[in-house]
């Protein structure tokens, strides 16, 4: 059974209850009363359409049509109308004795009447806004296509970084708040869609957005306490509209282009490089070898061609020279001058699909009057991977809706129902994307990947298989996820200040996931026969009550409104798997065919099954005041209890903020002509954290079985317990000014200072203590930053309107605290270097004083060129596997006969380090900082031009001042492995032909030298970029056409994503984060769309 509501507490009654109410959001008829009718403009006289026409006070309301006109009955003459626009400064008349009223809306630059949600269905307009709250509208979510919708943020938003890291279909982009608020930068905001608290918003459908509101300091996020240390993200889904049905169908195709990957050598120069790698390093026995640049693959000389050698190099001999004909190449072998024939093979022509497509289809109605609104949709969407074996596709359907049951009550319900089905490169290699493209596209450019028969010579689960396209079908991979969630509310309002709501919401998650092997081809002639199965179910039921009072008052020029809450949380989590090997036959999956009994080494079936509880209650509330609109002051606290925690249950978290809008005082008066606003903000609070405690009962101490002795097994602890582990506490000041410039250019610049407290981390234990980790409260760190915005109109007329867009974010962060340990700065981890003066310091790691994520490594200063060069600097290297120590003239000398028989001089090739302290030795502790690998600067710029009905948008964003270790670059140039291919930078190694080259000589297996092998300042790479994220060109049809077919809108598009980066990084994708070992590759996507509304 999908739900077993005896299970999670819920009710038959009470369901049924809910689902009446959930679907009780129907349009009721019109009311009799006074006609009103108009049109609405903006102030060139062009009509809006779609602009929202309210009678005041009530659920009554119209929506004007393609040619800005509108139709509304109102109760009578004393009816106020509201007119609101987005992007317009909202209007309100008095209907008084006309039947015709047309309005002119102003264009708002800051749009400061726009509502934003600050949270618990609480609204504020902009300009009496006093926290950090960052809106994007369902404006900006237009543009484009993507499986998640928070990649729209990216270059979006002040203070915010959201990193595409992957470019696996359905992968989420990182997003990081303000820096934070973890030791390494790192921190998951708490996400809230339609009042339901989620860990994630990888299956909304972006279509079904209205608004995403990003809160950002304390005062805006205490008001969710315990969980909102590293920010809130609030998304509000689309809710319908007053006015006629509209019917919208909207469809995109892309095409998904592979970005560049790393660049490999071809066969003949993999051949030509690793055999001179292999001989300058003595390894002769190697070119000789049935290996992959090895002549011993004469497998042809036995006559059975069908099945020997997954190697194709062998010298040119009349026995083989058939194959010449066959697609086989001929090059000069380097080391002997013999001709070496070879097969040519790409890894990537075989495993990964030239072009993957993407498809979008959404249908949407909406529509309402004075009793009733109600929005429904219905979405597909479909991406496959470039991967052979990767792909995504999801199935989406949202109904929201609200009823006037009576005068003083109101029925507001939502459901939101998801389907998506992926198959990841994870699935199928260990090391998932960083293997696939950072590893596997490094198989030996000489491997035969199938016989003359066509059957594959290699087809197994590990990454240095090429040949994914025969191995993809003896894999059996699914992961499907189902997502359903439904809230339901009942407003009442008690008086014309009053109001109380009563909310419940469900949210139920079950994933299911299935594997199995099917024999597969591990060498020519040899099989894997395990047939190795598993599968796994886990269901989540999440619910939230909460009952909320609001007060709202205006007297005179004083405006009080009033929050007090009570919410309760419980989430339980049941999850199931089993696996197993031995099936007779490739035809079943099902675990039911596996062999049940030990035998011949083949395991039984396993199984496990976890049950995990956690709940929380809080109490919260806010107040917010305003005097003329002048002096705002707001004060919101939350009190939670959670049951993770022992002895600290409860936590208080506050927030207060204030603002001036000095714009509004009389001594501004003279420059209103040019300053339509100006407004200083300020704002303190403090928040909660117990995130890091990925189980409910991880502070309790568990127990765990060890050896079997006699029949019995031994117990151990496994976890100790810490029952006075505290809350993670965040504090932040946030300081800002606002303006808008000549209705046309806003600005804004705030700084925040924000301090986590108590920090939650999983510190190890020495290997004596018998346990591995604890939790504890590890010390404190701070992030600063500053941030500047702004939007301008750059020009507007009946035609045309330019809109340009920017921000930029500057960061650091530092650790001010940790626990006593003894150890300089209470350091944990790190390493020793010289500096400056030439005495050691500690660096690295975490440590009071220093900020984390900065890198070091040695400085590569030159390169011995030629003998001259040896002479002159005469430096020996010790060849120790574990040592690398390089020692001078002076140092060498005083060696033992012992110490200097390890070591050897070094050769024209070799790299030349820098020495830091001048003692005449290089080791670990001359490494040289390298910069930081968390990016100081953020941002972005967007672009929007509209040209009667064309339209063009641009959005780029950036990340800059910041480094990244690219280990892949380092592995492959230090011929690591021996075997794997390498890359084209080889190219430009030293040799006696290429003195002046860029890297020191290619050696195989450079563990010794400790040239390319040495993790120096040449594979560390400067990440600053520039991403061309979207560029979209739209055109709605004119109106005479549209209105021919009896339409609306209809509007077609091209959209460009992922376009280009600008940027001096070596690395495929500068996104990638510290010590980078590669991934799956951001798609170059072009979309073709059409929208049509009815």
């Known amino acids: 059974m999908l739900f077993d509501f005896n299970i999670f507490n819920i009710g038959r009654t009470r369901l049924l209850l809910v689902a009446v109410l959930l679907f009780s959001a129907v349009a009721a008829g019109a009311q009799s009363g006074v006609t009103v009718t108009g049109t609405v403009s903006d102030s060139d006289g062009n009509p809006l359409i779609g602009a929202a026409v309210m009678e005041q006070g009530t659920n009554n309301g119209a929506v004007t049509d393609i040619d800005g006109k509108y139709s509304i009955v109102v109760r009578g003459a004393g009816s106020v109308l509201v007119f609101n626009s987005l992007s317009y400064m909202t209007e309100t008349m008095t209907v008084g004795d006309r039947n015709v009223i047309n309005v002119a809306l102003k264009d708002d630059a800051l749009s400061l009447s726009e509502s934003v949600v600050t949270g618990y269905g609480r609204t504020v307009s902009r300009d009496k806004l006093t926290a950090a709250i960052s809106k994007v509208s369902g404006e900006v979510l237009e543009n484009g296509v993507r499986s998640n919708a928070l990649s729209a943020l990216a270059g979006t938003v002040t ?69 909102a240390n590293a920010g809130v993200v609030l998304v509000t889904t689309k809710r319908g509209h007053v006015g006629k049905a509209e019917i919208s169908f909207k469809a995109n195709v892309g095409l998904n282009y592979l970005r560049k990957t790393n660049e490999f050598l071809s066969a003949d120069d993999y051949l030509y490089y690793m055999r001179l790698a292999a001989h300058r390093s003595g390894n002769d026995a190697l070119l000789t070898s049935s290996g992959p640049y090895g002549t011993g693959n004469d497998y042809y000389a036995d006559g059975n061609a069908a099945v020997e050698g997954v190697y194709s190099p062998m010298f040119l001999s009349d026995e083989n020279a058939f194959l010449l004909d066959q697609g086989y190449k001929a090059m000069t072998d380097p080391i002997t001058g013999q001709t070496i024939i070879y097969n040519e093979f790409t890894p990537s022509e075989v495993s990964v699909r030239g072009m993957a497509l993407t498809q979008d289809y959404n249908v949407s109605a909406s529509g ?18 470039f991967p052979v074996v990767s792909g995504y596709d999801r199935i989406s359907f949202v109904t929201n809706g609200s009823y006037k049951i009576t005068d003083w009550l109101e029925s507001v319900s939502s459901l939101n129902f998801s389907r998506s089905n992926s198959t990841q490169v994870s699935d199928y290699i260990g090391g998932g994307d960083a293997n696939f493209f950072g590893i596997m596209f490094s198989a030996p450019p000489t491997m035969r990947q199938y016989n003359l028969d066509g059957d594959p010579i290699i087809c197994t689960t590990n990454w240095e298989n090429g040949n994914w396209d025969a191995a993809k079908d003896s894999f059996y991979r699914r992961n499907t996820n189902y ?43 040899t099989y894997n026969s395990d047939r190795k199965a598993s599968a796994s179910y886990s269901r989540m039921l999440s619910q939230t009550y909460n009952a909320i009072v609001n007060y709202e008052n205006s007297w005179n020029d004083h405006n009080l409104s009033v929050t007090a809450g009570y919410e309760f949380y419980d989430k339980y989590n049941f999850g199931l798997s089993a696996a197993g090997q031995g099936s007779d036959t490739d035809d079943f999956i099902s675990l039911g065919y596996i062999d049940k009994t030990e035998d011949n080494n083949i395991s039984a079936i396993s199984m496990n099954s976890t049950h995990v509880r956690e709940r929380s209650m809080s109490v919260f509330g806010n107040a917010s005041y305003d005097y003329m609109g002048k002096y705002l002051f707001s004060f919101s606290a939350r009190y939670d209890g959670y049951s993770k925690l022992v002895n600290n249950k409860w936590g208080f978290f506050p927030g207060v903020s204030a603002a001036w809008n000095i714009h509004k005082e009389n001594f501004m008066a003279p420059s209103r002509n040019w300053l339509t606003s100006l407004k200083l903000r300020a704002g303190y609070g403090q928040n909660g954290n117990v995130n890091i405690l990925a189980g409910a009962y991880d502070l309790q101490g568990s127990y765990d079985k060890t050896g079997l002795y006699d029949g019995d097994y031994g117990i151990l602890i496994d976890n100790l317990p810490y029952p006075d582990l505290r809350w993670e506490k965040t504090t932040s000041v946030d300081l800002a000014v606002e303006a808008v410039l000549w209705d046309r250019l806003s600005l804004s610049l705030g700084a925040y200072n924000k301090v986590t407290s108590d920090l939650l981390a999983n510190v190890p234990f020495p290997s004596s203590a018998g346990v591995g980790n604890q939790y504890t409260n590890n010390g404190s760190v701070r992030n600063r930053g500053i941030e500047f915005e702004f939007d301008a109109t750059l020009f507007r007329n009946r035609d045309w309107k330019i809109k340009l867009g920017g921000n930029a974010t500057y960061m650091r962060s530092k650790i001010l605290q940790l626990p006593d340990n003894g150890n300089e700065n209470n350091r944990q981890g ?42 002159n600097y005469g430096w020996y290297v010790d060849t120790t596997p574990t040592s690398g120590t390089i020692y001078g003239p002076a140092v060498w000398n005083t060696l033992t006969a012992d110490e200097q028989a390890r070591g050897q001089l070094l050769q024209p090739g070799d790299a030349i380090f820098y020495d830091v302290n001048g ?36 959005r780029f964003d950036y990340a800059a001042d910041y480094v990244a270790q690219n280990a892949r670059k380092q592995y492959y140039m230090a011929l690591s492995q021996g075997t794997f291919n390498t890359l084209k930078e080889s190219k430009d190694t030293w040799s006696p032909e290429n003195p002046d080259a860029t890297y020191p000589i290619l050696m195989y297996a450079d563990t010794k030298n400790r040239n390319n092998y040495r993790m120096s300042n040449i594979f560390y790479d400067e990440q600053s970029y520039i991403c061309a994220r979207e560029i979209a060109l ?46 799956y590759s951001i798609p170059r996507t072009v979309f073709f769309g059409v929208k049509a509304t009815f």
């Not at 309402?368 to 991977?385: F, P, T």
């Not at 050691?840 to 200063?861: H, K, R």
């Not at 040289?928 to 948008?953: A, E, Q």
């Open 368 to 385: 309402g009057n004075e009793k009733g609104k109600y929005y429904a949709s219905l979405g597909y969407y479909d991406e496959n991977g």
């Open 1034 to 1079: 739209s055109w709605s049809l004119p109106e005479k056409w549209v209105r021919a077919i009896k339409m609306q809108d209809l509007t077609l598009s091209v959209t460009g994503q992922n376009l280009f980066y600008i940027t001096a990084s070596s690395m495929y994708n500068p996104e990638y984060g510290v010590n980078s070992n590669g991934g």
């Open 483 to 525: 997502k359903f969630s439904m809230a339901q509310g009942l407003n009442f309002t008690v008086t014309d200040h009053l109001s109380v709501k009563l909310n419940g919401m469900w949210y139920f998650n079950m994933k299911e996931t299935e594997r199995f092997n099917k024999t597969y081809i591990t060498r020519p002639g």
């Open 919 to 954: 003692d005449n030795k290089i080791d670990q502790y001359d490494q040289v900082c390298m910069g930081n690998t968390i990016p100081r600067w953020v941002g972005g710029l967007n672009l929007s031009v509209d040209w009667k009905g064309l339209s063009l948008y641009a």
């Open 159 to 227: 203070g915010v970084r959201v990193a595409t890291t992957s470019g696996q279909p359905g992968s989420s982009p990182s997003i990081v708040i303000r820096g934070g608020a973890a030791l390494d930068g790192s921190g998951t905001p708490l996400y809230v869609i339609d009042g339901i608290q989620r860990d994630n918003m990888d299956d909304i459908n972006a279509n079904d957005i209205e608004s995403i509101e990003i809160l950002k300091d304390a005062a805006a996020t205490a008001l969710y306490g315990a969980k």
């Open 830 to 871: 790190g390493s020793q270097v010289y500096d400056a003066s030439g005495n050691l310091v500690w660096v690295g790691g975490y440590q009071e004083g220093q900020e984390y994520g900065t890198a070091y490594a040695y400085q590569m200063v030159n390169i011995v060129r030629s003998e001259e060069d040896l002479q």
